[in-house]
Nanobody, 120 residues
Framework: VQLQASGGGLVQAGGSLRLSCAAS????????MGWFRQAPGKEREFVAG????????YYADSVKGRFTISRDNPRNTVYLQMNSLKPEDTAVYYC??????????????WGQGTQVTVSS
């Protein structure tokens, strides 16, 4: 499986963006999927994860109630809808495929990142 993330950009605080991650290959549905992010000077952190079937989902406390992860298995795509964006959400966002854990995702495969910049 190869992962291709898109949808990043520049948005004002309070705005919204939707990230997409398209997977190649026929094995997309066997993986749990997730999003991570890495801000300058910081470690990469978990943002959201979703099981193979779409339930359950997990979120970092910092994004709960603002971000929603979803997946479309026939389209081999996972999404991250980001609302009420804050400047501290600024980071490079990475999609990943792996195994869902309680509260997170153990990544096995990474996509390239997409930059999200939130201006104040």
């Amino acid at each position: 499986v190869q992962l291709q993330a898109s949808g990043g950009g520049l948005v004002q605080a309070g705005g919204s963006l939707r990230l997409s991650c398209a997977a190649s290959g026929r094995t997309f549905s066997i993986y749990a999927m997730g999003w991570f992010r890495q801000a300058p000077g910081k470690e990469r952190e978990f943002v959201a994860g979703i099981s193979r079937t779409g339930i359950p989902t997990y979120y970092a406390d910092s994004v709960k109630g603002r971000f929603t992860i979803s997946r479309d298995n026939p389209r081999n795509t996972v999404y991250l809808q980001m609302n009420s964006l804050k400047p501290e959400d600024t980071a490079v966002y990475y999609c990943a495929a792996g195994s869902l854990r309680v509260g997170g995702l153990a990544p096995a495969l990474w996509g390239q990142g997409t930059q999200v910049t939130v201006s104040s």
